[in-house]
């Protein structure tokens, strides 16, 4: 089975701080990766994605960083806030299915 | 939010009885899906469909089994649950499958499920 690995499990950071979060895939034909945000007791929502053709993307104070020939990616969340603490999943995948992240719980301290 | 309803979102059962969720969308997506997510495993697929009475498997099928006779609705059966089964279970809808078209999943809020 194609794994997503995620790092790091928990993350803490001071407010205004730059939190980065990072996964690595197996599969190259993956052509889509998307993040998602989880709030306690609800779904995951879809908060940024990227396909292999950039590089980088950029949405307010989220970026994803793309590496393909390392075959990895990262979610930069600048100024972070007190609002950003949740659990966040990187994905990957094709054809319609999507292979998941362990997750990362992200404490931003006011 | 995407038009996505789970029932029941809290249940509580015992071992060795059957068990169905209930996704309804109301976004006429083509493509539904139906994970688990357990604590250090993030969310794993269990079955999705791509049409109406298609279906096919996913990464942690057994036990499981699903139907869709209806593009709106499609459900999670455990015929016989188990206390491994004792899980947060989100559906989520997609428009469309993969390729360039590759569409965002939307999830549904979960259904809390204990087995005893």
């Known amino acids: 089975q194609q794994q997503v690995k995620q790092s790091p499990q928990s993350l803490i950071v001071q407010k205004g701080g730059i939190s980065i979060i990072n996964c690595a895939y197996e599969?190259?034909?993956?052509?889509?990766f998307p993040w998602y945000q989880q709030f306690p007791g609800k779904g995951p929502a879809l908060l940024i994605a990227?396909?292999?053709?950039?590089s980088e993307k950029k949405e307010g104070r989220f970026t994803i960083s793309f590496n393909k020939s390392a075959k990895q990616f990262s979610l930069h969340i600048m100024d972070s806030q007190p609002g950003d603490s949740a659990t966040y999943f990187c994905?990957?995948?094709?054809?319609?299915?999507?292979?998941f992240g362990q997750g990362t719980t992200l404490q931003v301290k006011p | 939010d995407a038009g996505i309803t789970q029932s029941p979102r809290h249940k509580v059962t015992e071992t060795g009885t059957p068990v169905t969720l209930r996704c309804h969308q109301t976004?006429?997506?083509?493509?539904m899906y139906w994970y688990r997510q357990d604590p250090g495993h993030g969310l794993r697929l269990i079955h999705y469909?791509?049409?109406?009475?298609?279906?096919d498997k996913g990464e942690v099928s057994d036990g499981y089994s699903v139907s869709r006779s209806k593009t709106e609705d499609f459900l999670l059966t455990l015929e016989s649950a188990t206390s491994s089964q004792t899980s947060v279970y989100f559906c989520?809808?997609?428009?469309f499958g993969g390729g360039v078209g590759n569409q965002p999943q939307h999830f549904g809020d979960g259904t809390r499920l204990s087995i005893l």
């Open positions: 989520a809808i997609s428009e």
């Open positions: 599969n190259t034909a993956f052509d889509y």
């Open positions: 990227i396909r292999p053709d950039v």
């Open positions: 994905s990957s995948g094709n054809t319609g299915k999507l292979i």
């Open positions: 976004e006429n997506h083509r493509y």
């Open positions: 469909s791509y049409g109406v009475k298609d279906t």
